[in-house]
């Protein structure tokens, strides 16, 4: 069964860095998330895309992220300047096109340390 | 704010019986629902989606939705410790952004 796959599975960097997380969404999708859960608390929208332009994002999507649909299999998430309080599970998902364009599958995550 | 509310939980039942499992939101616009499981260190699942009043069931779930009172529910029949996991309701609005109450924790016990 097809499935979202993200690398890398844990990203540990130094406050002020920037950050790449990476994502391959099921390859018939065509709408694309960033979602992220802080340990212990519930998981956030971040960002949608479609088309190759972001179709909704959250306050917390200011101007220290962007994502890109580099070719036409990966999607990515930058983190410019992070910060402490971005320590979290970093999850991409997908969904279809069509009646179905809601069911999001999510892929296994990305831990992301900031120290 | 668009909220969607859980209990948090921990909600023991014994293996074999039904886990019901409830949820409540705040918009009343909103227009798709879905339940996800998620295990401890792990990512969200889809288990089921419900887009109009009523049941509706696959295997040994049922999500049920009342619109007008604004509520959703899961129910596990024949409840396995497979199950043990923390259950999320989530709901979308207009577009496809999910917003995620805090989950249920599910505890089956032998």
């Known amino acids: 069964e097809p499935e979202v796959t993200q690398t890398p599975s844990h990203q540990v960097t130094q406050m002020g860095q920037e950050v790449i997380l990476r994502c391959v969404p099921i390859?018939?999708?065509?709408?694309f998330y960033w979602y992220r859960q802080i340990l212990g608390q519930k998981v956030e929208f971040l960002v949608s895309?479609?088309?190759?332009?972001?179709?909704?994002k959250s306050e917390i999507f200011d101007d220290q992220f962007s994502v890109e649909r580099p070719d036409g299999s990966n999607f990515t998430l930058k983190i410019r300047s992070t910060k402490l309080e971005d320590s979290a599970m970093y999850f991409c998902?997908?969904?279809?096109?069509?009646?179905?364009?809601?069911?999001?599958?999510f892929g296994p995550g990305t831990r992301l340390t900031v120290l | 704010q668009k909220e969607v509310e859980q209990n948090s939980g921990p909600l023991s039942v014994p293996e074999g019986a039904i886990a019901s499992l409830n949820c409540t939101y705040s918009?009343?616009?909103?227009?798709?629902f879905f339940w996800y499981r998620q295990y401890s260190g792990k990512s969200p699942e889809l288990i089921m989606s419900i887009y109009s009043n009523g049941d509706k069931e696959d295997g040994r779930f049922t999500a049920q939705l009342n619109k007008a009172s604004q509520y959703v529910s899961l129910l596990i029949r024949d409840s396995q410790p497979s199950d043990s996991a923390t259950y999320l309701c989530?709901?979308?609005?207009?577009?496809?952004?999910?917003?995620f109450g805090t989950g249920t924790q599910l505890k089956v016990e032998l």
């Open positions: 989530a709901v979308t609005g207009g577009g496809n952004k999910l917003t």
């Open positions: 918009d009343r616009g909103s227009q798709s």
């Open positions: 895309f479609y088309n190759n332009e972001i179709s909704e």
């Open positions: 390859s018939n999708h065509l709408y």
């Open positions: 998902a997908s969904s279809p096109a069509g009646t179905r364009q809601g069911e999001q599958f």
